[in-house]
Antibody, heavy 115, light 112 residues
Framework: QITLKESGPTLVKPTQTLTLTCTFSGFSLSTSGVGVGWIRQPPGKALEWLALIYWDDDKRYSPSLKSRLTITKDTSRNQVVLTMTNMDPVDTATYHC???????WGQGTLVSVSS | DVVMTQSPLSLPVTLGQPASISCRSSQSLVHSDGNTYLNWFQQRPGQSPRRLIYTVSNRDSGVPDRFSGSGSATDFTLKISRVEAEDVGVYYCMQRTHWPWTFGQGTKVEIK
């Protein structure tokens, strides 16, 4: 059974850096073809892909956010970490981690950006 | 980025009646490998999205057969043959042919 769970702060201040961790089980990020990504959803708005990392460490970033994002993996700990710099109130959203099969999602974590 | 445009954005339906959602992409979603990577997701209130359909018309395991997907290239449709109360939520199309993968704006399905 595949599970993913996001963890990190619920509140960050403007200009701070957000660090989110996705801890997963039921699969290995060293298996060929496997990837884990991050998607966010502002309250009441649509979904937006942020970043994706594959088993071979290939990384993809949203072009509009690329300068602010870093995605890394720790295969031994079954974790994927997303950092987003220079947070702004418009970055307030629920952040989901997702298996690249798109069938398995974390429950999401709401991050608010406010001073 | 590939822009995904859904219509309508709001869809009030009567229980037991059919419903149809359109999704158009700003460029062809036919991949160089010949597949068309168009997915449909359902997001019920307070839940994470759930994939219903992949590669245009393939239903995921456990998805009722009243859901069907069709289309090609830039024009796609999700149909619900007979809407049930549990179908209330927001439906999104998403392409994963071109990076960045992109979603439509969402279509809110509600019961009249």
């Amino acid at each position: 059974q595949i599970t993913l769970k996001e963890s990190g702060p619920t509140l960050v201040k403007p200009t701070q850096t957000l660090t989110l961790t996705c801890t997963f089980s039921g699969f290995s990020l060293s298996t060929s073809g496997v990837g884990v990504g991050w998607i966010r959803q502002p309250p009441g708005k649509a979904l937006e892909w942020l970043a994706l990392i594959y088993w071979d460490d290939d990384k993809r970033y949203s072009p509009s956010l690329k300068s602010r994002l870093t995605i890394t993996k720790d295969t031994s700990r079954n974790q994927v970490v997303l950092t987003m710099t220079n947070m702004d109130p418009v970055d307030t959203a629920t952040y989901h981690c997702v298996h690249n099969n798109l069938r398995n999602w974390g429950q999401g974590t709401l991050v608010s950006v406010s001073s | 980025d590939v822009v995904m445009t859904q219509s309508p954005l709001s869809l009030p339906v009567t229980l037991g009646q059919p419903a149809s959602i359109s999704c158009r992409s700003s460029q062809s979603l036919v991949h160089s490998d010949g597949n068309t990577y168009l997915n449909w997701f359902q997001q019920r209130p307070g839940q994470s999205p759930r994939r219903l359909i992949y590669t245009v018309s393939n239903r995921d395991s456990g998805v009722p057969d009243r859901f069907s997907g069709s289309g090609s290239a830039t024009d796609f449709t999700l149909k619900i043959s007979r809407v049930e109360a549990e179908d209330v939520g927001v439906y999104y199309c998403m392409q994963r042919t071109h990076w960045p993968w992109t979603f439509g704006q969402g279509t809110k399905v509600e019961i009249k």
